[in-house]
């Protein structure tokens, strides 16, 4: 997806939900004021964007066509939102109103309010070709029945891939894990293998020590922010507590791959495993996709720590994961506060993402706690890593204009 692409199917799908947040579109049963935005899984189909009801446990999926699209994508779009609708509750095509000469918006409006109307929920919105945020519901979807009691849930919450201090070559060995599993090297869970083979110390629970964690090259893997050696259980093993038995046996529930519950192990795979769902490189199932497969080879055949592996996880990460859409609102919302504070920034952006509908609105969340981690504080601290933005938070669109060219992968 170009870069050009990707910006105009944001501002289409932001305006879209401003919509329906704002209550001048309604979707079947009077549904939209409180839809938000959650993210797309690898899972077959993939729609283009997605929201999320929590009330009434429905998803609506979205497919956006550019300008530049032929007829025959066209036709393939209205196709892909019939099939979005196997894991989707609603679906709509999002379509431009002309292709070249042809009236593309008078022949989809026919063919959606004579063939499809009241028959599938899908519906179908027209943007004007020069101006994506000027739009028409042009079909609607007729009033909606559940067709199974069994609410459908959101498989990726948030829209972006939501990152958590996660060094890009200790992503290539997570995926090396779980191409091994595809390859029926190992059997079980990937990340649990990748955990005792690489992650920990085999001997954790007889000295307590930590070690560094080492990419297939043998080369030490640093963290981004700080660029010390990456290590786990740093801060859980000084903080056990009796004696040696006891803190063993403490120490061994925390990183059990097979014990339930909040455990050190279930929340980092938890924290990781979400980030790389998200960047679509393994499924809903956790296996490894075909971007998975290829980004994963590049790695292997290049380093971990090469420039084209690299430029490629920027790539997908601002594209698949979304880290573009959140980056263009950062930007713009510093350019409207010049010379305002970072964190003051943020703190508006935080409430305008959850106003708008971009996250989930937590009506329990405390401006004044402190414990309660920054928004967008592991995102700055990647895209600082991959220079998209230098240390006074300035965009820097060349590198990411750069980066969104290549070719895919």
């Not at 401003?18 to 009077?30: D, L, M, P, Q, V």
């Not at 549904?31 to 077959?44: E, H, K, P, T």
């Not at 699209?69 to 379509?95: F, H, M, P, W």
């Not at 919450?157 to 201090?165: G, V």
Request: proline share 5%; glycine share 6%.
């Amino acid at each position: 997806m170009s870069l050009n692409h990707h910006i105009q199917a944001k501002t289409a799908t932001d305006e879209v939900l401003g919509k329906f947040k704002r209550t001048e579109w309604k979707c079947a049963n009077g549904l939209g004021q409180d839809f938000y935005r959650v993210g797309i899984s690898a899972d077959f189909p993939s729609p283009d964007a997605a929201f999320y009801d929590p009330t009434n446990k429905i998803i609506v999926s979205f497919e956006f066509k550019p300008p530049t699209e032929s007829k025959r994508g066209i036709l393939t779009g209205v196709g892909q939102c019939i099939a979005y609708l196997q894991n989707s509750d609603i679906s709509y095509l999002i379509a431009p109103r002309m292709l070249e000469d042809y009236p593309l918006g008078e022949y989809l409006t026919s063919l959606y309010a004579n063939q499809l109307y009241e028959k599938i929920p899908a519906g179908l919105i027209l943007y004007e070709n020069d101006n994506p945020s000027q739009m028409t519901l042009a079909q609607n979807v007729a009033k909606y029945q559940k067709a199974s009691s069994k609410p459908k849930l959101p498989k990726v919450e948030r829209f972006w891939a939501k990152h958590q201090d996660l060094p890009i070559p200790l992503f290539h060995l997570i995926l090396h894990y779980y191409y091994l599993k595809k390859t029926d090297m190992i059997s079980g869970d990937p990340f649990a293998e990748c955990w005792r083979g690489s992650m920990i110390s085999p001997t954790v629970l007889d000295d307590f020590r930590t070690v560094p964690i080492y990419d297939l090259s043998g080369k030490e893997i640093l963290t981004l922010g700080t660029k010390k050696p990456m290590t786990y259980l740093e801060k859980v093993i000084p903080n056990l507590k009796g004696s040696i038995i006891e803190r063993r046996e403490k120490l061994e529930q925390k990183i059990d791959p097979t014990r339930n519950g909040n455990t050190s192990y279930n929340s980092i795979k938890k924290n990781l495993v979400s980030f790389i769902k998200s960047m679509q490189m393994i499924d809903s199932e956790g296996g490894l996709t075909e971007s998975g497969v290829k980004l994963y080879h590049l790695g292997l055949v290049n380093g971990a720590s090469s420039k084209i592996f690299t430029d490629y996880f920027t790539k997908e990460l601002l594209t698949i994961g979304h880290h573009l859409d959140v980056i263009f609102d950062f930007d713009t919302l510093m350019r409207k506060t010049a010379g305002a504070d970072v964190k003051e920034i943020l703190s508006v952006m935080e409430i305008e993402y959850e106003c708008k509908g971009y996250i989930k609105r937590n009506p329990n969340r405390k401006q004044s706690d402190e414990s309660r981690v920054e928004f967008l504080k592991y995102e700055r601290i990647i895209w600082k890593a991959l220079e998209l933005i230098d240390d006074e938070y300035n965009v820097q669109w060349k590198r990411i204009t750069e980066v969104c060219s290549l070719p895919d992968l």
